[in-house]
């Protein structure tokens, strides 16, 4: 459990660090698009593993019911895409490749370990 929860923490910061340069903390909204753009950022840099978004939602048990929605509607809606597009561009250029293969690898290895 303390994984998990760290785990939340890692997410925020990570969208946080993302998000410095506007100087202001990161809205639902951009949790949100952050949280989608994690998602997709992780699949591109390990396109053999499998890790439903669902899986991906799941390995965030504190995470509010109204952000897992949201991460759900910025990952599946079209007209989310140009915005999705961009934060996920943002996360590969301001966030460390280094601690964005930690954070991936950490999902696929626990939604493996609960299969």
Request: hydrophobic residues 35%.
């Amino acid at each position: 459990m303390p994984l998990e929860r760290s785990r939340i923490g890692v997410f925020a910061a990570l969208i946080g660090c993302t998000l410095a340069s506007t100087a202001h903390a990161a809205s639902e909204h951009e949790m949100a698009v952050g949280g989608a753009a994690l998602y997709q950022v992780c699949g591109e840099k390990h396109p053999e593993k499998e890790l439903s978004l669902e899986q991906f939602i799941s390995l965030h048990p504190h995470m509010s019911t109204q952000l897992a929605n949201d991460i759900r509607e910025f990952s599946s809606q079209p007209k989310h895409k140009a915005e999705l597009e961009q934060m996920v561009v943002r996360m590969r250029t301001e966030a460390t490749q280094e601690l964005l293969e930690v954070i991936c690898d950490s999902y696929y290895r626990d939604a493996k370990g609960r299969e």
